[in-house]
C-alpha cells in the first residue's frame, strides 16, 4: 500500500498561482500512476491531470491545460501540481491519488487517496 498526503493549499487571488504537492510513503512510488482531483461544493469529483510511472506522460483535463503542470520526484516520493492563472471555477478541495495498473481519468480505478487540500481562489 501507499499512503498520500496533500499540502500546498491555500487562499488566493484570481490570477494568482499554488502549488500542491503529494507526498507517498510505504510502497515505492514509482510503481504508481499518479492523479489530481478536485472537488467542489455540490459537486462530483473530478479530474484534474495525471501523471504515469516514470513522469514520461501527462494527461489534462481541457480546462487547466496551458494553466496547471503535473509533475513528479519519484526519488523523494513526491507529486506535484503547478496552478498558475487561478481562477474562481478553480476552488475545491484537490486530491491526490494514485493506482498502481490504470491510466485515465475514472476516479474509481485509483485506489489509494490522501484527505484533500483546499483551494480557494477569490475574485
Known amino acids: 500500500q501507499v499512503q498520500l498526503v496533500e499540502s500546498g493549499g491555500g487562499l488566493v487571488q484570481a490570477g494568482g498561482s499554488l502549488r500542491l504537492s503529494c507526498t507517498a510513503s510505504g510502497r515505492t512510488f514509482s510503481e504508481y500512476n499518479m492523479a489530481w482531483f478536485r472537488q467542489a461544493p455540490g459537486k462530483e469529483r473530478e479530474f484534474v491531470a495525471a501523471i504515469s510511472k516514470n513522469g514520461g506522460s501527462s494527461s489534462y483535463k481541457d480546462s487547466v491545460k496551458g494553466r496547471f503542470t503535473i509533475s513528479r520526484d519519484n526519488a523523494n516520493n513526491t507529486g506535484n501540481l503547478q496552478m498558475n492563472s487561478l481562477k474562481p471555477e478553480d476552488t475545491a478541495v484537490y486530491y491526490c491519488?494514485?493506482?498502481?495498473?490504470?491510466?485515465?481519468?475514472?476516479?474509481?480505478?485509483?485506489?489509494?487517496w490522501g484527505q484533500g487540500t483546499q483551494v480557494t481562489v477569490s475574485s
Open positions: 491519488a494514485a493506482v498502481t495498473a490504470y491510466w485515465g481519468i475514472n476516479s474509481a480505478r485509483y485506489n489509494y
